[in-house]
């Protein structure tokens, strides 16, 4: 079934560890997203990408880094966690133009 | 500049009545516009596109560009209507979605 699969869905690590947020989908779609939300608020883009090997900075300013070197695959890498990147994030993909489907997110808390 | 305003970050209203959320919209191009819903627990989905024109769930909403307007209706809300629902606008040319700071609905019994 065509779906935007995001691992882990939650996340406590320490101040310092590098992690990688792993998002998966099999929708074959060229656009992918990443956003930043806290429950309930706002959604704030931080990464996008048009395709393989396009990836641009979201209208947020982030400390995260993205890759996109194969189409279903959107990686998102925090090198060094701090707690002020505790958050909900939210993987994305679209077709060109177009609805954009969710996937369930990730929890992630740092202390 | 482009954006997406919804005045209102939360309205509650009583099981039965009418339910109106706020959506206005900056774009210079044509724009294609969406409403997004999460409800507790689930994912963000789409709820209804402006271009489907279609009732989803027994809500509507009507594309006015005079107004640059979008806003989501219901004539007779639900318990399970509540939620957090998010409006969005794309534009042509790859440009990308915006999301409005999206308005929570809590419907009353």
């Known amino acids: 079934e065509a779906d935007i699969y995001q691992t882990p869905r939650y996340l406590v690590i320490g101040t310092g560890k590098k992690i990688t947020l792993e998002c998966s989908q099999t929708?074959?779609?060229?656009?992918m997203y990443w956003y930043q939300q806290d429950p309930g608020m706002e959604l704030h883009l931080i990464h996008y990408?048009?395709?393989?090997?396009?990836?641009e900075k979201g209208d947020l300013s982030s400390e995260s880094t993205v890759s996109r070197i194969r189409t279903e695959h959107f990686p998102l890498t925090l090198e060094s966690a701090r707690p002020s990147h505790t958050s909900q994030y939210l993987c994305?993909?679209?077709?060109?133009?177009?609805?954009?489907?969710f996937g369930e997110g990730s929890w992630l808390t740092v202390v | 500049a482009q954006r997406v305003t919804q005045p209102e970050k939360l309205l509650s209203v009583f099981k039965g009545a009418p339910v109106e959320l706020k959506c206005n919209y900056s774009?210079?191009?044509?724009?294609?516009l969406f409403w997004y819903v999460q409800y507790s627990r689930q994912r963000l989905q789409l709820l209804l596109r402006?271009?489907s024109r279609e009732s989803i769930k027994g809500f509507t909403a009507d594309l006015n560009k005079g107004e640059t307007s979008f806003h989501l209706k219901k004539p007779f809300a639900q318990e399970e209507d509540s939620a957090m629902y998010y409006c969005?606008?794309?534009?042509?040319?790859?440009?990308?979605?915006?999301f409005g700071a999206g308005t929570r609905l809590f419907v009353k019994a």
């Open positions: 990408s048009y395709g393989v090997n396009s990836t």
């Open positions: 994305a993909s679209s077709p060109p133009w177009g609805t954009i489907y």
């Open positions: 402006h271009i």
């Open positions: 929708m074959g779609h060229d656009k």
């Open positions: 969005a606008l794309s534009g042509t040319g790859g440009f990308k979605t915006i």
């Open positions: 774009y210079s191009g044509s724009p294609e």
